[in-house]
C-alpha cells in the first residue's frame, strides 16, 4: 500500500515561487507524478518522474517554470514551481503508480492508482 501526503500549498502573487512535497510511503511507487485540477476542468498532468531511472516530463504549460525532483532518502517528491501565474491556481495532486508508466502516458492521470489529498496552490494577479 502506498501513501503519500501533499504539502507546501498557500497563496502568492504572479510571479512568485512555490515548492510543494509528497512524503511517500510503501512500495512499489515505479512512476509518480504531480497533477492538478481547477474548479470546473479536468484533471492534468503537470509533471512526472521515473523513480528509479530519473527521467522526467512535463506539461508543455508548465516547461521552463515548474521542476519535478525526488529525494530518495526522504522518500520524498517535490515540485519547484517557479514564475507562477493566475492560470496555475488549482488543487494540486501528487500520484504514483506500481508500474512504470510509458512515456507517452506519464501525464495521463488514470495511469496512477495512489493519490495524495491535494494541497491548493493560489495565484493571485
Known amino acids: 500500500q502506498v501513501r503519500l501526503v501533499e504539502s507546501g500549498g498557500g497563496s502568492v502573487q504572479a510571479g512568485g515561487s512555490l515548492t510543494l512535497s509528497c512524503a511517500a510511503s510503501?512500495?512499489?511507487?515505479?512512476?509518480m507524478g504531480w497533477f492538478r485540477q481547477a474548479p470546473g476542468k479536468e484533471r492534468e498532468g503537470v509533471a512526472a518522474?521515473?523513480?528509479?531511472?530519473?527521467?522526467?516530463y512535463y506539461a508543455d504549460s508548465v516547461k521552463g517554470r515548474f521542476t519535478i525532483s525526488q529525494e530518495n532518502a526522504k522518500n520524498t517528491l517535490y515540485l519547484q514551481m517557479n514564475s507562477l501565474k493566475p492560470e496555475d491556481t488549482a488543487m494540486y495532486y501528487c500520484?504514483?503508480?506500481?508500474?512504470?508508466?510509458?512515456?507517452?502516458?506519464?501525464?495521463?492521470?488514470?495511469?496512477?492508482?495512489?493519490w495524495g489529498q491535494g494541497t491548493q496552490v493560489t495565484v493571485s494577479s
Open positions: 518522474i521515473s523513480t528509479f531511472g530519473g527521467s522526467t
Open positions: 500520484a504514483a503508480a506500481h508500474w512504470l508508466v510509458v512515456p507517452g502516458r506519464v501525464l495521463n492521470w488514470n495511469e496512477y492508482n495512489y
Open positions: 510503501g512500495y512499489p511507487r515505479n512512476s
